[in-house]
């Protein structure tokens, strides 16, 4: 899902299902280093409860940022992380040989792709987002809780994949945040229409490129109008 460069000859790679490895491509050597709780092997990897590793960001030479998307549900059930009404989304941080910290939880939505920005901030897009602001058939299940486990448990995954999105409010949501995890800022576009479901944000002389999982384009939008609007 994500990879960036650790050291001169080392990746860091985040695997969706199985963890975080460092990858020297010149050995082709591949080291785990954060593997998923739900596996039990027995050895010495630290263990994070997550079950959709995203992407990672490397800070400095020991430390890393990545992104846990859901501790359930794995890739491709977006929709059944919403369904489930779990907090769940969060960065974490790690320092080489220490257990993983918590650096930013109870997101306004899924995080996706972690970036630098030009400040030596962080962008982080919102792959779906939720608010109070506006009617959502994932909120609305919320106080049913029995009509949300029967939608996990017998819905086809393919239905819940297909129809439930048509129901969901289109928002784009970008969050900027410095390396102590405070918000700096946050892009919106409300109504979805420059883009939306954000799965990455790129900047460049004073320019957002924002990629998305639904879109089929990149959208282009200035950083400093504080919208995000297609220019």
């Not at 999982?213 to 400093?224: Q, R, W």
Request: charged letters at 20%; proline letters at 3%; a negative charge.
């Amino acid at each position: 899902m994500g990879i960036k460069r650790f050291d001169q000859n080392r990746f860091i790679i985040a695997d969706a299902y199985f963890g975080i490895y460092l990858v020297n491509l010149k050995l082709d050597h591949a080291e785990q280093i954060i593997k998923p709780s739900a596996n039990d092997e027995n050895d010495n990897l630290t263990n994070v409860e997550c079950a959709f590793f995203n992407d990672v960001a490397v800070l400095n030479n020991d430390t890393i940022i990545f992104s846990c998307s859901s501790s359930r549900w794995g890739v491709g059930l977006a929709f059944h992380m919403l369904l489930e009404h779990k907090i769940d989304g969060k960065l974490q941080l790690t320092v080489e040989n220490a257990t993983p910290q918590i650096f930013i939880d109870n997101l306004p939505g899924l995080p996706d792709n972690i970036r630098i920005t030009s400040e030596n901030n962080y962008f982080v897009g919102l792959a779906v987002h939720r608010s109070s602001n506006y009617f959502s058939i994932f909120d609305f299940m919320g106080h049913y809780p029995w009509a949300r486990k029967m939608f996990i448990e017998w819905i086809p995954e393919s239905f819940i994949n297909t129809y439930l999105p048509k129901l969901t409010k289109k928002y784009g949501f970008v969050i900027e945040f410095d390396e102590s995890g405070n918000t700096v800022e946050t892009f919106q576009d409300p109504t979805g229409e420059t883009v939306n479901y954000i799965s990455e944000v790129v900047e460049s002389n004073g320019t957002l490129y924002l990629g998305s999982f639904k879109d089929d384009y990149i959208a282009k939008v200035l950083k400093n109008m504080g919208v995000l609007t297609e220019i």
